[in-house]
């Protein structure tokens, strides 16, 4: 079955504080993996799709990245309007629905 | 990128009443969307995949004779939550699948709340 792991569960950042979020997945076969941004009280905004190893995009500050494993997002220079929660997701060959992870929690303090 | 609109927003019902949640996609056409719940503070827990014209797939534990769905047309699907109770209370989201890309597109999502 597929599985998605996010960590941290929380971070919490100082204004202009760079760091990384971790996705790690197990799937029979990747279609794709997403990122999302979600914020309280409304759906999932679309960020990213990756679906090889090696791949890379840039949005703004933030840039994701996937290995074979994982799947990392990064922040460079965060700003307060960054705080959200942001989810992972996997599509497997022989799904066609996604697996979310728990998502971490960001929090960039001014 | 792709609109997806979700309506109501928030609703607040009796129990034993029905409560029937829209979503639309605006600007494409969505073969495919999808029925999400979340609780607070976890992530999206996928309640049902609907193909148009066709019965939608529940995913195990999911009662397909409480949480009715009906996908009419290629923009347009419900989910009909039927004879409410507390325990249903929740945040129901859709999605919708834009053709050929494999990224879904959600709404805003509706906050249910079952006195």
């Known amino acids: 079955e597929d599985q998605v792991t996010q960590s941290p569960e929380a971070l919490r950042l100082q204004e202009g504080e760079s760091s990384s979020l971790n996705c790690s997945y197990t799937?029979?076969?990747?279609?794709?993996l997403f990122w999302y941004r979600q914020d309280p009280g409304k759906g999932p905004e679309f960020l990213f799709t990756?679906?090889?190893a090696g791949e890379e995009k840039e949005k703004e500050r933030l840039k994701a990245t996937l290995t074979k494993k994982e799947s990392f997002l990064h922040i460079t220079a965060p700003k307060p309007e960054d705080s959200a929660t942001y989810l992972c997701?996997?599509?497997?060959?022989?799904?066609?629905?996604?697996?979310f992870g728990a998502g971490t929690r960001l929090t960039v303090k001014p | 990128g792709a609109v997806v609109s979700q309506h109501p927003s928030r609703v607040i019902c009796k129990s034993g009443t029905s409560v029937k949640i829209e979503c639309r996609s605006l600007?494409?056409?969505?073969?495919?969307m999808f029925w999400y719940r979340q609780f607070p503070k976890q992530s999206l827990m996928l309640m049902a995949t609907s193909n148009e014209g066709s019965k939608a797939t529940y995913e195990q534990g999911v009662e397909k004779d409480k949480f009715l769905i009906n996908h009419a047309s290629l923009t347009l699907s419900t989910l009909t939550v039927t004879s409410a109770h507390p325990e249903d209370s929740s945040f129901y989201i859709c999605s919708g699948e834009a053709g050929g890309l494999n990224i879904q597109y959600f709404g805003a999502g509706t906050r249910l709340s079952v006195l």
């Open positions: 990756l679906y090889s």
């Open positions: 799937v029979s076969g990747l279609r794709g």
């Open positions: 600007d494409f056409q969505a073969t495919t």
């Open positions: 997701a996997v599509q497997g060959r022989n799904n066609n629905d996604m697996r």
